[in-house]
């Protein structure tokens, strides 16, 4: 299971969150526009990555929003959480085998204690073996 | 439904050539779809120059991952059409590939546990036998005379309130399908080439003309995709999109026990699927797991709640263990219906996006896909199932009709 560190409420265990799926898709800004592939990339088309993913959580059992995270799609880490509306950051601008903490939630006051740090090694699932039957 | 039923360990039924510098067709995938469509490619069409890319070993992703159910009773049309041809061929493959893998037609049970189910199952019972899929509507009395380990009493927090029953349907020997099939391709000239990584495509404008390997470049004429979860990183390769999320989904087996459970039981209510494999584990799976995922791993949260449903419809496997659990990846669409036809990219063929229910479906992922490849243009069956249906928006939209919650 994930142990995500909602920015609110600090770290809970993943079945307190829903999924959003990615993160920085804008609702088109002139629709009437659109042709039809434009609308099918909309809303059928996202990224799949192997690799870091940007995508949006929402602690629906705790303070019910909504925030951004890079999490790795293959070893399930969790790079780095952030705001709605804030930028990807640039995990490569940061010190190597170190996460910084990202986004605005760290200079606000009243924050819970750790809410603004990002889960790395405590973020896995519990191993499975892959065999089949 | 003993050890003594199972066949003998086979001797080795294929080779293990290394790549040639070019075939006429490449597969890229070595699990059920790609072997099938191999199969299919060789028989039907008499392309036996063609070679299968398997970046680990034979049939070692999904296809040795799955649950192994095979049935037909989809809601739509199109779906009905595809998946109940896929259980002709289950019906007839064991012969024709001369090759007992147990395909057990022991039936498979939905049930429904509110109103809403009800109605659902009904409508899918009345859809199915106008589409000449047999299905049929249990009352509680009925689903417990065929299936008396399952809890019928009002007195869990969603009774079993009847079940759509389609008798032809039950599981197979997954294993020993991917062998089957392996076999007969590698005896009608087949290259099945094993831990052999597909790293890129060489294009000449906007047509495919070759496949970059970790065992080298291989020059083609056409490639047919059949990489389930990771079919988004091979279209990225060749330059196109695919409107997939790859997800983690889970199952488990129990310890072997003596034969108790006669059917096929799947619940999308409180979601689990249960059958008991010939040795006797009993197999469980439910949905996948809600975050994007390529670790064939999932969270446990998503086990515990997919025994917790077991437990209560089957109160005696209470005292059950579970002996391992392990994931696989899936290809979701957001019809929860496959894509089997063209891709953007001239000469390269997609299939993908049967998600959760790839298994059953095989043997006419195979013959479609073989006919794609082989002649540019879909066959009717996998005609509607096009990439083109996200821009159309014919789509087929299975969620939730498919009997199972995907």
Known sequence: ?133 | MSADHLPEHPDFLWRNPDPKKSYDAVIVGGGGHGLATAYYLAKNHGMTNIAILEKGWLAGGNMARNTTIIRSNYLWDESAAIYEHALKLWEILPEELEYDFLFSQRGVMNLAHTLGDVRESVRRVGANRLNGVDAEWLDPQQVKELCPILNISDNIRYPVMGATYQPRAGIAKHDHVAWAFARKCDELGVDIIQNCEVTGFIKDGNRVTGVKTTRGTINTEKVGLCAAGHSSVLAEMAGFRLPIQSHPLQALVSELHEPVHPTVVMSNHVHVYVSQAHKGELVMGAGVDSYNGYGQRGSFHVIEEQMAAAVELFPIFARAHVLRTWGGIVDTTLDASPIVGLSPVENMFVNCGWGTGGFKGTPAAGLTFAHTIATGAPHKLNKPFALERFETGALIDEHGAAAVAH
């Not at chain 1, 039809?36 to 303070?63: I, M, P, Q």
């Not at chain 1, 009243?110 to 191993?127: E, I």
Request: glycine share 10%.
């Open chain 1, 1 to 133: 299971m994930l142990l995500i560190s909602c920015p609110n409420c600090g770290p809970r265990d993943e079945t307190e969150f829903h999924y959003g799926g990615q993160a920085h898709i804008a609702y088109p800004e002139n629709p009437n526009e659109l042709r039809d592939r434009e609308w099918a990339e909309y809303l059928f088309y996202r990224e799949n990555t192997k690799g870091t993913f940007a995508e949006r959580w929402v602690h629906s059992t705790g303070c019910r929003q909504w925030f951004n995270m890079l999490r790795d799609t293959v070893s399930y880490d969790i790079h780095s959480i952030y705001a709605m509306g804030q930028q990807r950051p640039d995990l490569q601008a940061d010190k190597p085998g170190e996460f910084s903490q990202t986004g605005e939630f760290g200079q606000e006051p009243g924050l819970a204690p750790g809410a603004a740090t990002t889960s790395t090694g405590a973020a896995t699932t519990a191993p499975t073996s892959s065999e089949g039957v």
